[in-house]
């Protein structure tokens, strides 16, 4: 009897000791460590800068001479045709106008390249930046219309803007400071009189923001438009500067062309202007109607 209870408990120590080795590993066990999954990151590519470089200026420097070439073409052509229309010659004129609509076409296509050319310069970002800032300056002043920055020619010249040319009340603006560098000229601001200072050589011209009164080496000249501010950049009259500093302004099919040559008149190139304003209503117009 003695012996079997001693067996009994033998048993039950034995059957204790199997259940708590059973247990404990799994009590010790440290928990699973829980295994982290980094996040996917795409890598962020910066967009090349697209720099106007020595290749950039040699293309536009190629574009412009081939543009010029061509529309002294066509200008040769057209002169005849008149000559011939002056004489009495309708047959010969008539003879002329195909070569005049091909050389025209030539001409056309070799200034479309140019543009592509100095719009080239520009980087997506860029462009995307200055289209936004001209919306936004449209919204702040519906007066105001935007031009492309390639519609700005300066023969010879390399420039660009932050900020896109503008017309308003009938004349274009452009930043001073893009503009005026490209003529070889430094620019100076006054923050306390509100004052840009254009210094070419000898030559020295002060513009007031908000005023039209414009100072060319002690003269006083009254502007239409006076200097003033877009997007925290001085803009300035085109065609004002440009003349003062011997440059000839030509406004063609809503482009401006910049070249040092015989300055037009003040009343040739207000018609221009207006002529130009005009051009760009009707494209925006017709824009507009496309996109309904």
Known sequence: MKRNRNKGLVLFLMLVLILTMSIMPSAAAKPEKEVKVKPVVTEQIKPEKVVRDAAWEAAKDAAETEKDRLEVAKDLIEAEIERQMSLGNQEEAALLADDFAAAKASFIAAKAELKSVIKNGYTEEELTTIDAIGVALVQADPTIQVLPVENIIVKGKHLGFDTPPVIKAGRTLVPVRALVQAFGAEVTWNPVNQTVTITRGDQKIVLTLGETE?????????????????????????????????????????????????VQSADETEEAEDALEEETESTETESTETEE
């Open 214 to 262: 414009v100072v060319v080496d002690d003269n006083t000249i009254q502007l239409d438009v006076p200097a003033q501010t877009m997007n925290g950049r001085t803009v300035v009259p085109l065609r004002f500067i440009a003349e003062q500093m011997g440059f000839e302004v030509d406004y063609e099919d809503g482009d401006v062309t910049i070249e040092e040559g015989v």
